[in-house]
């Protein structure tokens, strides 16, 4: 059964980080894209950054550029999130998903499949 399990989210104060982990079971992580998304209350659903098979290719939404870090650890079927300098914007419940799309760097939510239940990260003073 394919299974993508999102930690770490929590709140945090403005200026803060965290680190979220999306834990894969099921199937051979390294044949998998894997994106990060995020959806806030009210607004759409978008694309945050996502890391190819090896790792060796990464793309990130213009809004967490210098701030945010992806990776992976395939030996862990793990990928990392790390979120730092936090702002009260990136409030929002954090997903993984995985894609095999051609087109899987353009961070379209259709292109990718089994999504895990998210985490809520929450940044606040």
């Known amino acids: 059964q394919v299974q993508l399990v999102e930690s770490g989210g929590g709140l945090v104060q403005p200026g803060g980080s965290l680190r979220l982990s999306c834990a894969a079971s099921?199937?051979?992580?390294?044949?998998?894209?894997i994106g990060w998304f995020r959806q806030a209350p009210g607004k759409e659903r978008e694309g945050v950054s996502c890391?190819?098979?090896?790792?060796?290719?990464?793309y990130y939404a213009d809004s967490v550029k210098g701030r945010f870090t992806i990776s992976r650890d395939n030996a862990k079927n793990t990928v990392y999130l790390q979120m730092n300098s936090l702002k009260p914007e990136d409030t929002a419940v954090y997903y993984c998903?995985?894609?095999?799309?051609?087109?899987?760097?353009?961070?379209?939510?259709?292109?990718?499949?089994?999504w895990g239940q998210g985490t809520q990260v929450t940044v606040s003073s």
């Open positions: 099921g199937f051979t992580l390294p044949y998998y894209v």
């Open positions: 890391i190819s098979n090896s790792g060796g290719t990464i």
């Open positions: 998903a995985r894609s095999r799309k051609g087109s899987w760097w353009q961070m379209i939510g259709s292109d990718y499949d089994d």
